[in-house]
């Protein structure tokens, strides 16, 4: 057995072969102050009580008490590694980030994947989007490139977020079960979709094979939104950004997942973790895809609505670079658990579009970050700008582990030499006019896009898999809620909804689905009444 450990096993054997003939360390409390006996508490007597001067026992437990910090309210689950982005192709006429400077430079970059619904502890092979966040420390700063495997979004407009969300994360997130039972509700995820049709494009990729990618590194990643870029004449475009496997697309079987969920729910950090260890070191093509201001104003459709893609025979995919991943953590809790992306991290040549989705996580993923590590965030090492000098106003907080910047003036402006802006890195002039209101956008087109997905993306075979997947997940929902969303996918092709239909006219008349049972809550006046009796 010993012959068939694989990586992540033979770590501890690994950490001790590279001491070497060293001797262990000496064990020291928090302050350092070396431990005589680290495994008998102190007591009156053999017997007797416990003494609360045992620093050595309430420093380890006080520290314990502590030791989890809140887990990401979605991609808790995730695994990380780290290496550098290369530029293979020039691209600076459209981009003036130091990041693609010239052919050849290499930037360091980190890269979290993860599961966005289930909880830090959950299964990495359900059905469910992968995230796929890409840190670039560059000289003018970090880069936050936050994205998924999929090019698309279930909702476009920000406001749904905490609803669509959590909703549309039903599989296993606790906002999305029951608030009643704490269960898994399929109403409340199929309710959600059924009532929004613009997620029609995400559940179908979701429910493809794609639903379940084989592990991270057989995945693609995209930014999903639509961004600007700005080169150094000042000219701007918009942009998408793509990074394709190179390893190929792989996914799992629906039987081969639900297997390695109950026996390796870990199947993806393990795999990663194990192919860079052995030297197998995982890549990916960068690309983007390029739209003028002019073609914009054309475009068919909204071009920020990451509901829909950009058809690749009109703007086609322009190589950039190479993104390789070669050095797993060092400690899982401070590389992985403590990386903080940030969309709003953009380096000069690089700029938000008025993607709504865009705009509300500018302020969302920094936010949480200041709740779930602290407004010091960015000075965790792995968070770190450090390819560049930080220089602000921003001091004290909690865990202020820096200088604090001395004795530099913390007002602005000042007149001793205090950091000054840069007007050579303002952000690009865009002229907009319009209403201010609150502009539906619910009954734009929500079907071409996945009609051409369904009938010239898809083979045979993957669309009966697609439909199978839909009805197996859809059937646990009350039949009025199964009669809305099978009324969306067939107005995306007769035949897509017909087969859905089909088949849950299957699983239904098997379960003898005739009537739905409904809890009624008792009134507080019944209650009061019952309660008086008593």
Sequence with gaps: MAGQRDCTKEQLKRWQEQRGSQKPDALTTGAGIPVGDKLNIMTVGPRGPLLVQDVVFTDEMAHFDRERIPERVVHA???????????????????????????????PLAIRFSTVAGESGSADTVRDPRGFAMKFYTEDGNWDLVGNNTPIFFIRDAMLVCEGVMATSGHQKERANSPHTHLKDPDMVWDFWSLRPESLHQ????????????????????????????????QAVYCKFHA?????????????????????????????????????????????????????????????????????????????????????????????????????????????????????????YPDTHRHRLGPNYLAIPVNCPYRARVANYQRDGFMCVSDN?????????????????????????????????????????NVSQVRDFYTKVLKEDERKRLCENIAGHLKDAQMFIQKKAVKNFTDVHSEYGACIQALLDKHNAQSKKGHVHTYTQTSSHTVAKEKAHL
């Design 244 to 364: 394709k496997t190179d390893q190929g697309i792989k996914n799992l079987p629906v039987e081969e997942a639900g297997r390695l969920a109950s026996e390796d729910p870990d199947y993806g950090l393990r795999d990663l973790y194990n192919a860079i260890a052995s030297g197998n070191c995982p890549s990916w093509s960068f690309y983007i895809q390029v739209m003028t201001f002019e073609q914009a104003e054309r475009f068919p459709f909204n071009p920020f609505d990451v509901t829909k893609v950009w058809p690749h025979k009109d703007y086609p995919l322009i190589p950039v670079g190479k993104v390789v991943l070669n050095r797993n953590p060092v400690n899982y809790f401070a590389e992985v658990e403590q990386m903080a992306f940030d969309p709003s991290n953009m380096p000069p040549g690089i700029e938000p579009s008025p993607d709504k989705m865009l705009q509300g996580r500018l302020f969302s």
């Design 405 to 445: 910047q001395g004795g530099a003036p913390n007002y602005y402006p000042n007149s001793f030499t205090g950091p000054e802006d840069q007007p050579d890195f303002k952000e690009t002039r865009i002229l907009f006019s319009g209403d201010v209101t609150r502009f539906n956008s619910g009954s734009e087109d």
């Design 77 to 107: 689950k995730g695994a990380g590694a780290f290496g550098y982005f290369e530029v293979t192709h020039d691209i600076t006429k459209y981009c003036k980030a130091k990041v693609f400077e010239h052919i050849g430079k290499r930037t």
């Design 203 to 234: 559940v179908s990729f979701l429910f493809s094979d794609r639903g379940i990618p084989d592990g991270f590194r057989h995945m693609n990643g995209y930014g999903s939104h639509t961004f600007k870029l700005v080169n150094a004449s000042g």
